[in-house]
Nanobody
Framework: VQLQACGGGLVQPGGSLRLSCAVSGLTDDYAIAWFRQAPGKGREALSCISGTDDGIYYADSAKGRFAISRDHAKNTMYLQMNTLRPEDTAVYYC?????????????????????WGQGTQVTVSS
């Protein structure tokens, strides 16, 4: 299984970016998620799509500004990020989880995901 993330870069405050993550080696239903890690901080969950019922979950830091999506035909997941702020600067990671899936209370936990992309840097600065 491989996850390949791309789409990061330098963007001004208030700008937008769309991250993509191509997934190979998983063909059946799987859960997907986006995390990020800012310098000196732990990895933070942003959003996920459940492998059980396609339910979508967002962390408070992502609600209203970020949108997760997936294209089953392309085996690709996305994170649309709008109204970016300097505090959004971080390395962004995509992740996937094959069955059996984590219980609902653990769906935003880093430990629930078996497969990770290499990370893509997002820098929000003027």
């Amino acid at each position: 299984v491989q996850l390949q993330a791309c789409g990061g870069g330098l963007v001004q405050p208030g700008g937008s970016l769309r991250l993509s993550c191509a997934v190979s080696g998983l063909t059946d239903d799987y859960a997907i998620a986006w995390f990020r890690q800012a310098p000196g901080k732990g990895r933070e969950a942003l959003s996920c799509i459940s492998g059980t019922d396609d339910g979508i979950y967002y962390a408070d830091s992502a609600k209203g500004r970020f949108a997760i999506s997936r294209d089953h035909a392309k085996n690709t997941m996305y994170l649309q990020m709008n109204t970016l702020r300097p505090e959004d600067t971080a390395v962004y990671y995509c992740a996937a989880d094959a069955p059996p899936f984590a219980i609902a209370s653990m769906i935003m936990s880093e430990s629930s995901y078996d497969y990770w992309g290499q990370g893509t840097q997002v820098t929000v600065s003027s």
